[in-house]
Structures are given as C-alpha cells and as structure tokens.
C-alpha cells in the first residue's frame, strides 16, 4: 500500500509562488518516477512536471522556466516550486509515483491551486 501525502497549495495573487510538497509512505521502491499532474474544471489530467530517481527532469512547456522539481529520495518526497503563476495555473494538482520497471500509478488526494488577483 502507498500512499502519497500533498501539501502547499492554496491561493495566491498571479506572479506570486507557492511550494508544493508530495510524501510518499508505505510500501513503496526507492526506485521510481515522481511527478505532478493537474487538472482544471472540465479538462484533463496533465503532467506538469517529472523527475527520475536519477534526478532526470521533465517539465511541460507552459512551466519551464518558471517551476522547478525535485525531490529527497532519503525522504521519499518531491517538490514543486512554481514561481511567477499565472490565473491560467489554477488547477488540482496531483502527486503521482510510478515504480520503475512497472505500469502502476498511485496518486495524491489532490491539493487545489488557485491563482487570483
């Protein structure tokens, strides 16, 4: 059993930042892919950002160079800092873990990120 514990998120003017935190706990490799996904009202599920065990990083293009992951693999948590927000961020922002090697996911409850003036 895994489970991935969010915290960060809330409101925030547009050009302002916010930090969100993703622990993951239980039965779970060290060895996996962690990432954020969001989601806004009526739309899909997107991957926002990504990074391998290795430090390998991935990031959707409306984030680069604005946000910026990582992680602590002694203390199975990721981060996310997002920097200069847009109303456009506004969304849930899903925790995601993917063992390496594996087709499984396991998510986050979800933390709500609203960006507004």
């Known amino acids: 059993q895994v489970r991935l514990t969010e915290s960060g998120g809330g409101l925030v003017q547009p050009g302002g930042s916010l930090r969100l935190s993703c622990r993951a706990s239980?039965?779970?490799?060290?060895?996996?892919?962690m990432g954020w996904y969001r989601q806004a009202p009526g739309e899909q599920r997107l991957l926002v950002a990504s990074?391998?065990?290795?430090?390998?990083?991935d990031y959707a293009d409306s984030v680069r160079g604005r946000w910026t992951i990582s992680r602590d693999n002694a203390a199975n948590t990721v981060y996310l800092q997002m920097n200069s927000l847009k109303p456009e961020d506004t969304a849930v922002y899903h925790c995601?873990?993917?063992?390496?090697?594996?087709?499984?996911?396991?998510w986050g409850q979800g933390t709500q990120v609203t960006v507004s003036s």
């Open positions: 995601n873990l993917r063992p390496l090697g594996t087709s499984l996911d396991y």
């Open positions: 239980g039965s779970t490799s060290r060895l996996n892919v």
């Open positions: 990074i391998h065990v290795d430090g390998t990083v």
